[in-house]
Structures are given as structure tokens and as C-alpha cells.
């Protein structure tokens, strides 16, 4: 199943959107989808990130510096 929603586009943005759809052959509909869909699986990731860097610093948990690390996993020169 899928449910509609209305977009409101910069007339800039949207000139855009209907010149890359007339280019490729896809609809409008189609690259508003894509878009949605990748910044919305981006948006998760950041705020699950958060939130696990939030938890981690409120529960005391270890942190390494990039040059700690190094050493830890033995990478350091």
C-alpha cells in the first residue's frame, strides 16, 4: 500500500526536478521518491549514531582519541 503526500517546491527546485525527469524519462514522482528515501535512511542512521554516542557517554563507557586507536589496533607508526 502506499499514501499521497503534497510537496511544496522552490520554483527553482522544481524546474529542476521536471527537466531531470523529461531528461531520463522517469517521473517527477519517481526522483521525489529516491530522494525521500535516501536522506530519510541517512536521517536514521545519524539519530541512531546519536543516541548510541549519547548512551555511551552516559553510561562512562571507554572513548580513544584517533591516535589511541591507532595504537590499540596496533596501526601506529
Not at 3 to 32: M, N
Not at 36 to 61: F, I, N, P
Amino acid at each position: 500500500m502506499t499514501k499521497q503526500a503534497a510537496v511544496r517546491l522552490p520554483d527553482e527546485t522544481y524546474s529542476r526536478l521536471k527537466s531531470l525527469a523529461e531528461r531520463t524519462g522517469r517521473t517527477a514522482t519517481f526522483y521525489i521518491r529516491e530522494a525521500v528515501e535516501e536522506h530519510l535512511e541517512d536521517l536514521e542512521d545519524l539519530y541512531a549514531a546519536e543516541q548510541a554516542s549519547t548512551a555511551h557517554r552516559k553510561s562512562g563507557g571507554r572513548t580513544f582519541s584517533l591516535n589511541e586507536l591507532d595504537v590499540e589496533l596496533g596501526l601506529g607508526n
